[in-house]
């Protein structure tokens, strides 16, 4: 497997991130301001992610995702570390990732890349989200806000 950064005047895999957040415009938004990265295999993209600055000496992974066939393979714990590494490459002090209450495996595999819950934004996904969403019989409701510092 092979991560990269997205070029220019490549399409920008838009199924994917919508695998990680349903919201088709929120997308739209973070990918402009974003540099989106993505993980291939025999030049196929399978997974992405996106580092989004958000304050001086602090970055956002604000999408991670893997295509369903590619899942529960390490995939997407490659594309966390890869983040992690970015960031200290660009000089970035903290890194940061969000991810709704819901997502019971992103949490467990967020931590285990050495993240730590920091906040709770309340509310986040019913407040910015049109539709409800669900995941594990859980109605994603909150944002569980996670951090490390690079330093």
Known sequence: MYIRPLHIHEEVPLELLLLADPSKSIVEDYIKRG???????DRRIIGEYVLLSTRPQTVEIVNV???????????GKQLVMHAIQQARLKGYKMIEVGTGNS???QLALYQKCG?????????????????DIYENGIQCRDMIRLSQYLC
């Open 35 to 41: 540099d989106i990265f993505v993980a291939e295999i």
């Open 65 to 75: 995702a893997v295509k369903e066939s590619e899942q529960g393979k390490g995939i």
């Open 103 to 105: 997502s019971i495996g």
């Open 115 to 131: 993240f730590r819950i920091n906040a709770i934004d309340k509310d986040f996904f019913t407040i910015h989200y049109e539709n």
